[in-house]
């Protein structure tokens, strides 16, 4: 196997340019550095496999499109916008048992603004996994704090939400109440291309840093033991998870 060098900055530079001539000549012309991109994606993969299944060895992590590694075409069978190919590409790690498009997970993604996307996410579709989320806060108002509101409230994170206006679950505290209240979410740190660049095979340590803080909101969007599972992964990444 070749040598794990993370993610170039000409991956950054394709998907920039991507965004600008998002048509089939141009991608032809181009595929070579496409591929030379779908390679990169599929060698981080394989590199966070062992961290990945130490979170959870029931999340995929076959570097195979369609399971870890996203589409780069798009579906425009039932859109306006007919543009042929997505403006960012990802690599997710989800439960096995699921699509990838169905269940929460956690992902590693470029953009045609050449940056990237560490992060997780529960979709507006998700209606059994948002249940879950509501019933594991109500459950374990206390616990779900200490894990979330320690990090300072994931200040330096982006998140894209929107929330019921009708109370989901009474009694919660401001801080539970607000996450029960989300119709959907979408978590994570936004990284320059060129620090992920720079960084070269150090890049999944970035991605390892940021997954260990997102994991516990995870496992509450997804986890049947909630308490059992947040204590494996305490006793596992003590230093880390705190």
Same mark, same amino acid.
């Given at each position: ?19 600008a001539n998002n048509n089939q000549l141009w991608f032809e012309a181009n595929r070579a550095r496409w591929e030379s991109l779908r390679e990169e994606l599929r060698a ?66 470029? %953009? ?12 507006? %579709? ?15 108002p206390q616990i779900f704090e200490s894990y979330l509101e320690k990090n300072g409230n994931f200040s330096d994170m982006w998140i894209h939400s929107e929330s019921y ?78």
């Open positions: 196997m070749p040598e794990f060098r993370g993610i170039s900055r000409n991956s950054f530079e394709f998907m920039k340019e991507l965004a981080v993969c394989i590199e966070m496999a062992p961290f990945v299944h130490g979170l959870d060895p029931e999340l995929e992590t076959e570097p195979k499109t369609g399971r870890c590694l996203g589409r780069i075409n798009r579906d425009t069978r039932f859109t306006r916008d007919k543009a042929p190919y997505k403006d960012y590409i990802d690599i997710i790690f989800f439960p096995r048992n699921h699509r990838r498009t169905e269940v929460p997970g956690l992902a590693f993604g470029l %953009s045609g603004e050449e940056r990237t996307y560490i992060g997780t996410w529960l979709g507006a %579709s998700m209606t059994d996994w948002r249940e879950r989320l509501e019933v594991n806060i109500a459950a374990h206006r009708k109370t989901r679950v009474e009694g919660l505290p401001p801080y539970c109440h607000t996450w029960a209240q989300r119709k959907f979410f979408y978590m994570g740190r936004l990284v320059p291309g060129e620090e992920v660049a720079a960084a070269g095979p150090n890049v999944t340590k970035i991605i390892e840093e940021t997954f260990l803080r997102l994991y516990p909101l995870f496992i509450f969007a997804t986890s049947h033991e909630p308490v059992a599972d947040l204590e494996r992964f305490r006793r596992k990444f003590r230093k880390t998870a705190g």
